[in-house]
């Protein structure tokens, strides 16, 4: 049996304790077969050879929470992340001449706005929005997706009274000088706007574009936390798409709120379980939403958002409903993961999970609590103790930790998704990006979790802070082992699958300043190149030439 490729002269980091790191690795059908000493003899006349040329290697990242759908349709969308729209006039501006080119009536979309990186660190108003489109209905979406501001034109065409009642889990915005709405929308009253969808044909092709950025970012497998019916059918016209290589993981979206059908209810009776599906394409359980995000002060802590004394944040469903939820799911072997940012939230999270099965079972089970980002002392205990996934969006140390920092203080923002303490209580705890509420880019994610500090250069605290090579486990074996797919991919390990990512730089020997500005140079599915960077090319020509 000889190889389809060998990789030879790279410094390959495996994530595999047995074996940590090689110089040369053999690849036979997708998956890896053998390394140093072992390869030579499995070079056969049609082996293709591939020299690196001391190019360090890792497996590929997993994105253990995201959204690549909706990330995908923001391409159909107005732009606004800061980057772009650094004030007001800036998204104004962009809605104009949206309008522009628009026909009166139909909807204007956009995301990525964030108040607390603009020049005024305040959002658009309704009359503001009104003035740059009025004849049409405006929605653009905060960088959380918690929030969102709407123009008049929204309100009338979605039926909405001049001044409509919050919906259980949502609040609409008043301006206390009006008396009027301010144009913020809040959680659940965000689904009250008539928004018409985007078509299975329009998400498989924008999906095809967006897998090309995951692959730059050295992304070889997403775990999908949002997946309706809607999202379901696009993942299976995908699976028909020969180029489509990303390994996407399904966690269904098990009740109505934030305006996205539940679908547990169909889920338990069709008896669904996890795990159904393949290698590329599997279900992995049910995802519930408890509180908000820190940066829209509407997640539920225990203390108030700083500045605001009666805010506490917003919790979806009361303890008992949720554990109704959890416990069906659990009973029903569906894997259940819940969305809890503050401390009320976590609390709640735990008892659900709790009250439903005990810690031998769910080690086995690995049912998770998403984001984990303010967890107390005993909390921790508990999560140990049960085995639970806290799938950590360290990611949003360096996108939004300024707004962290802003809303909870120095103290406070200081603990925040404290990967330390994950490592000293022995909790697994993969880490995300929770694009497109965050930049995608896992090596954002590492650098935060080793240098703790923002994209503004501010650090929250340096007690949580871990080495490199933890924050590379995070995004790699740990993120596997948080969907059940620590034997197939997550390491290079004999038999698991080739898929692989080449770096410019090594993330273990640079200055950890300049982890944030290392690139993926080639991503490899399977054996397969997905994606090269012109450098990379231009570099291996050079060498070629060389040699």
């Known amino acids: 049996m000889y190889a389809d490729l060998i990789i030879t002269n790279a410094e390959i980091y495996t994530m595999d304790e047995s074996y940590p790191i090689a110089e040369s690795m053999a690849i036979k059908n997708g998956k890896v077969i053998a390394y140093d000493q072992q390869v030579e003899k499995l070079k056969g006349p049609s082996t293709k050879m591939q020299n690196l040329y001391k190019k360090t290697v890792l497996p590929g990242f997993i994105e253990s929470h995201t959204h690549p759908l909706h990330y995908a349709l923001n391409l159909l969308q107005l732009d606004l992340r800061s980057e772009v729209t650094q004030d007001i006039e800036s998204i104004l501006h962009a809605v104009r001449e949206k309008a522009k080119v628009t026909p009166k009536g139909q909807w204007?979309?956009?995301?990525?706005?964030?108040?607390?990186?603009?020049?005024?660190?305040?959002?658009?108003?309704?009359?503001?929005?009104?003035?740059?489109?009025?004849?049409?209905?405006?929605?653009?979406?905060?960088?959380?997706?918690?929030?969102?501001?709407?123009?008049?034109?929204?309100?009338?065409?979605?039926?909405?009274?001049?001044?409509?009642?919050?919906?259980?889990?949502?609040?609409?915005?008043?301006?206390?000088?009006?008396?009027?709405?301010?144009?913020?929308?809040?959680?659940?009253?965000?689904?009250?706007?008539?928004?018409?969808?985007?078509?299975?044909?329009?998400?498989?092709?924008?999906?095809?574009?967006?897998?090309?950025?995951?692959?730059?970012?050295?992304?070889?497998?997403?775990?999908?936390?949002?997946?309706?019916?809607?999202?379901?059918?696009?993942?299976?016209?995908?699976?028909?798409?020969?180029?489509?290589?990303?390994?996407?993981?399904?966690?269904?979206?098990?009740?109505?709120?934030?305006?996205?059908?539940?679908?547990?209810?169909?889920?338990?009776?069709?008896?669904?379980?996890?795990?159904?599906?393949?290698?590329?394409?599997?279900?992995?359980?049910?995802?519930?939403?408890?509180?908000?995000?820190?940066?829209?002060k509407t997640a539920a802590v225990n203390e108030p958002f700083e500045g605001n004394e009666n805010t506490r944040g917003i919790l979806y469903m009361k303890q008992e409903k949720l554990n109704q939820l959890v416990s069906q799911a659990i009973n029903n072997n569906l894997r259940v993961a819940v969305h809890g940012i503050g401390e009320q939230a976590i609390d709640m999270a735990l008892e659900a999970i709790k009250q439903a099965t005990n810690p031998d079972d769910n080690k086995k089970m690995r049912n998770r609590i998403e984001h984990c980002a303010l967890p107390t002392d005993d909390h921790l205990k508990t999560i140990a103790e049960y085995g639970i996934i806290a799938a950590s969006s360290i990611g949003f140390v360096y996108s939004i930790g300024d707004s962290y920092l802003k809303n909870?203080?120095?103290?406070?923002?200081?603990?925040?998704?404290?990967?330390?303490?994950?490592?000293?209580?022995?909790?697994?705890?993969?880490?995300?990006?929770?694009?497109?509420?965050?930049?995608?880019?896992?090596?954002?994610?590492?650098?935060?979790?080793?240098?703790?500090?923002?994209?503004?250069?501010?650090?929250?605290?340096?007690?949580?802070?871990?080495?490199?090579?933890?924050?590379?486990?995070?995004?790699?074996?740990?993120?596997a082992y948080s969907g059940c797919d620590e034997n197939i991919i997550g390491s290079l390990s004999i038999g698991k699958y080739a898929d692989f990512i080449v770096l410019n730089q090594n993330p273990f020997k640079v200055d950890q300043e300049k982890i944030k500005d290392i690139k993926v140079i080639r991503t490899v599915i399977e054996g397969e190149t997905v994606f090269i960077s012109e450098n990379a090319l231009e570099a291996e020509e050079v060498f070629s030439k060389n040699y």
């Open 108 to 296: 204007i979309l956009g995301m990525g706005w964030d108040d607390s990186k603009m020049k005024e660190k305040r959002f658009p108003t309704i009359e503001e929005l009104t003035e740059a489109a009025p004849d049409h209905p405006v929605f653009l979406k905060r960088t959380c997706v918690h929030n969102a501001v709407v123009n008049r034109k929204a309100f009338d065409v979605s039926e909405l009274p001049e001044l409509p009642k919050d919906p259980q889990g949502g609040h609409f915005h008043i301006n206390q000088k009006t008396g009027k709405p301010s144009g913020l929308i809040q959680e659940n009253a965000m689904q009250e706007f008539m928004i018409p969808p985007f078509t299975t044909t329009q998400m498989v092709d924008t999906m095809l574009q967006a897998q090309e950025q995951f692959y730059r970012w050295g992304i070889t497998a997403v775990h999908d936390m949002a997946v309706t019916s809607k999202e379901m059918a696009v993942y299976q016209q995908l699976q028909k798409v020969e180029n489509f290589r990303l390994k996407v993981r399904l966690w269904l979206w098990a009740t109505d709120l934030m305006g996205w059908k539940g679908v547990q209810e169909e889920v338990l009776s069709l008896g669904i379980e996890s795990g159904i599906g393949n290698d590329r394409l599997n279900i992995q359980g049910l995802k519930y939403m408890l509180d908000g995000s820190v940066g829209g």
């Open 408 to 479: 909870l203080g120095e103290e406070r923002a200081a603990r925040v998704f404290p990967h330390a303490s994950f490592k000293r209580y022995g909790i697994i705890a993969p880490g995300n990006s929770d694009l497109p509420v965050c930049n995608g880019n896992p090596l954002l994610g590492i650098y935060s979790a080793v240098t703790r500090k923002t994209v503004g250069g501010r650090q929250l605290g340096t007690d949580e802070a871990i080495s490199a090579e933890e924050a590379i486990r995070a995004y790699t074996i740990d993120a």
